[in-house]
């Protein structure tokens, strides 16, 4: 069903009026409702919520108001008193208004609730509520001693004494007989597995009836067609951001290459050289302490010849071609 814009705006305002508004509530009891076609969970407000019940009984005037032209048969989660199969019972600790939700695995007795939001369902409108924590029993108050004046006057003289005095004694409780717990049979488990059963179908029934309908087949098909889409196309990117990467990577990394290897080269050059000559330099050592040594100490015990011992040595030269001038012309 399209939705004019004041409808939304409405459903906005509500939502914006009661989420997460935090009461007290009772958890009564679970009732079918026909105009839904499902049980509900019927919570009373807590006698202190004055307040809120006067807020959602106007709103649950309002919104009928309001959707008397679009919806006429719309349910409001919001009742004073009994509605339908329920028959309410009056009680001091409870107000008559209720609250119609569904309320997952929750035990019967008194909770603190808070309001997440309303759905506005085709032909229901329910509040959705949180339990946030059982409310622990109060404990009963401890007897207090009273004081009481006594005056009493003898004569002309008064005399005032004050006296302490128990405002309750206990008495004693009777004895009572433990009750006997009846053996757990199979008809027992029978029974558990039955209400499991109906319960599934229940749940199973309601999400049928009220969550598989055309609008949301066609918002989920919309939502996964996108969410396909959006896959391919991130792929696609991703692929041509590698792609791109993988280039100028392989770019970068044969320019640095290109200009590294001279270097490299000289590097590995220098330090040949300085090996080459370390080399060198522990060879002409070795030379110089063991060969040469060896070899001078054999010169000193050999006899010189004469001709070595000789002041003056012949010298020889060697005739020279004669010089000839070239002819003029």
């Given amino acids: 069903r399209f939705m004019p814009p004041e409808e939304l705006a409405m459903q906005s305002l509500t939502k914006q009026l009661f989420k997460s508004r935090l009461f007290r509530g009772i958890y009564l009891e679970r009732c079918f409702v026909e105009q839904v076609g499902g049980y509900r969970d019927v919570v009373a407000l ?3 919520e004055r307040d809120l019940e006067k807020q959602l009984l106007g709103s649950a005037v309002k919104l009928q108001m309001f959707y ?10 919001i009742t004073k008193g009994s509605m339908g199969s329920y028959k309410h019972t009056p009680n001091a600790a409870q107000l008559d208004t209720c609250v119609w ?18 759905r506005f369902r085709a032909h ?3 509040l959705k509520l949180k339990m946030i924590r059982p409310v622990e029993p109060e404990a009963m ?11 009493s006057s003898t004569g002309s003289n008064r005399m005032a004494a004050i006296t302490a005095g128990d405002n309750a004694q206990s008495a004693a409780d009777p004895v009572t007989e433990k009750e006997q717990v009846p053996p757990i049979g199979l008809a027992d488990f029978v029974n558990v597995l039955q209400q499991w059963r109906q ?7 309601e999400f049928m009836a009220h969550d598989v309908n055309k609008r949301n087949i066609m918002g989920t098909i919309r939502f996964l067609g996108l969410l396909i889409f959006s896959i391919l196309s991130g792929a696609v990117v991703a692929l041509r951001f ?4 993988a280039v100028r990577f392989l770019f970068e990394i044969s320019r640095f290459t290109h200009t590294a290897t001279p270097i490299v080269f000289k590097l590995i050059e220098f330090i040949n050289k300085i090996i080459g000559a370390f080399f060198i330099l522990l060879t002409m050592i070795w030379k110089d302490l063991v060969v040469n040594r060896g070899a001078s100490a054999a010169n000193t015990q050999q006899p010189m010849p004469l001709e070595a011992n000789n002041r003056f040595k012949s010298l020889t030269y060697a005739p020279s071609e004669p010089h000839r001038r070239s002819p003029r012309n």
Avoid: H
Avoid at 101 to 118: H, M, V
Avoid at 242 to 245: A, L, P, S, T
């Fill in 141 to 151: 108050p401890t007897p207090r001693r009273s004081l009481s004046i006594r005056r």
């Fill in 68 to 77: 008397q032209r679009f919806v006429p048969n719309m349910w409001i989660g």
């Fill in 242 to 245: 590698m792609g791109v990467f």
């Fill in 124 to 126: 229901e409108i329910q």
């Fill in 46 to 48: 807590q006698y202190t």
């Fill in 199 to 205: 319960s599934v179908v229940t749940t199973i029934y």
């Fill in 101 to 118: 939700t569904e309320l997952s695995d929750l035990a019967f007795g008194e909770y603190w609730f808070s309001i997440k939001t309303l």
